[in-house]
């Protein structure tokens, strides 16, 4: 059993957290956002994770989990500190490294302070779980040096996170891999420790190749749902069908199945970021990543086409009303950062369309965005007297919708699918006229 801290109750941390005093370590997560770390102490989520409410809930009873606004606490506290900061994307695509320095320096402080009062041995090992470019590590094991008494022993290491948003805590538990950069023997015997009840391959790393690994693995997932959605736009050019190419590629195990799905492209709060900030790190080393590039602008493309596609049927979109089911950049979560749907609602409405919106989990945080929207409490209430019908989000509340009852209801039956999740040959025979993203 250990005594861990992690900084950042964002999605990464808080997850980190919980699942860590799940798996019986003693756990402090730090955020200096006082309201969250109140929120969490009520046992309000600061946002939607299945699974996640549960096991915050017993592990704060328990007291396996404590929450703080102090790093200092959380230095004292722990003996190994994970980062899980934010790192968002500045105007030129870079990571915003300022929060990662910040409490890097609290961490140094709060150990100066520690040194004044304790006489013993002090070793800490500091962690990156945040996506942070390469060098990161050597920069915070720097201004820790710089800023700590030397009588102060640390390791820094590299621990990327995979997980993926809607089935966070399943990823954080059973992951495909476990990816650790290390560049000391005792550091590496603590995360074999740690990652013991874990039954998943370790690859053990420097620093550098870690962060690395975290980058190249995103935008590499990224680049195959782009190449599967140029793929797209080609089937659509020959009335050919991406969904049956995509399933005959995906057999072949070099290929595999996995993230081959076309549709309005991908969002949320790491790929464009990842894939951004990967551009502009290659372009500070003097690697023009122009593949990269060519990823995100197919990404962008395919939001465009959900336009062109309502065009097609309606004509003039002006004064029309549009009606759009999900909003989450994908199920399972209220997540809407970098969201296909915002770009897409803010081209419609620029476009003239009057639009009616729906999604189980998401509308409250669209309404910040978009207060003057007309927001749903039903797909029924959302399509009524409309013109189009625009899936967004691959909802599983979508499938069991009572297709004949929205036939009724709209004013022309018009269905756009984003993400082909529809069963088409049934719409059809329901009277719809469909459209997918590369298939008819
Ligand atoms: C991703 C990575 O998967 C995860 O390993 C990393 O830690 C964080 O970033 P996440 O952003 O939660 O996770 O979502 P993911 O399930 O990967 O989907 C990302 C986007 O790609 C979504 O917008 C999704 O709709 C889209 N997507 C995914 C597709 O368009 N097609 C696919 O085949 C798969």
Not at 102 to 125: C, W
Not at 129 to 150: A, D, H, I
Not at 388 to 412: G, S, V
């Amino acid at each position: 059993m250990r005594n861990i801290g992690v900084i950042g109750a964002g999605h990464v941390g808080l997850v980190t957290a919980a699942c860590f005093a799940k798996l019986e370590h003693n756990v402090i997560c730090a955020d200096n956002d006082s309201q969250k770390i109140e929120k969490i102490k009520n046992l309000d989520m600061p946002f939607y994770e299945p699974g996640l409410e549960e096991i915050v809930k017993e592990t704060i009873r328990n007291k396996k989990l404590i929450l703080t606004t102090s790093v200092s606490e959380l230095t004292e506290k722990s003996d190994i500190i994970f980062i899980a900061v934010g790192t968002p994307s500045t105007p030129d695509g870079s990571a915003d490294l300022s929060y990662v320095e910040n409490v890097t320096i609290e961490i140094a402080r709060a150990l100066t302070e520690m040194k004044k009062i304790f006489d013993n041995k002090i070793y800490r090992l500091i962690v990156e779980k945040s996506t942070v470019p390469v060098l990161t590590g050597e920069w915070v094991k720097k201004t820790l040096e710089l800023m700590s008494p030397t009588e102060i022993e640390f390791d820094v290491a590299a621990n990327p996170e995979f997980l993926r948003e809607g089935s966070a805590i399943n990823d954080f538990l059973e992951p495909d891999r476990i990816i650790i950069g290390v560049g000391s023997e005792k550091a590496k015997r603590i995360f074999e420790e740690l990652y013991a009840p874990i039954k998943a391959p370790i690859v053990f790393t420097d620093v550098k190749s870690a962060e690395i690994i975290k980058h190249a693995s995103n935008s590499f997932l990224a680049l195959k749902i782009s190449y599967i959605n140029a793929i797209s736009q080609i089937c659509e050019k020959v009335g050919a069908d991406v969904e049956k190419v995509a399933e005959g590629m995906g057999y072949d195990k070099r290929i595999g199945k996995d993230f081959l799905k076309a549709g309005v492209g991908w969002g949320g709060s790491c790929f464009p970021k990842d894939v951004a900030a990967f551009i502009k790190m290659g372009e500070d080393i003097g690697y023009p990543f122009n593949l990269l590039k060519e990823v995100q602008k197919i990404n962008k493309e395919q939001r465009l086409l959900v336009i062109k596609k309502a065009k097609e049927l309606l004509w003039n979109l002006r004064g029309k009303e549009i009606s759009i089911l999900g909003l989450s950049f994908k199920p399972n979560t209220d997540d809407i950062r970098d969201a296909p749907s915002i770009e897409i609602i803010s081209l419609l409405l620029k476009e003239g369309a009057i639009l009616k919106c729906y999604d189980p989990k998401a509308m409250e945080n669209m309404k910040k965005i978009f207060p003057d929207i007309l927001y749903c409490q039903t797909p029924y209430e959302c399509v009524k007297n409309s013109s189009l019908l625009i899936f967004l989000t691959e909802w599983d509340e979508f499938k069991n919708i009572d297709f004949e009852k929205i036939k009724e209801i709209m004013k022309t039956p018009y269905i756009i699918d984003g993400r082909n999740f529809l069963d088409r040959d049934k719409l059809k025979k329901t009277g719809f006229i469909y459209k997918g993203i590369g298939r008819n």
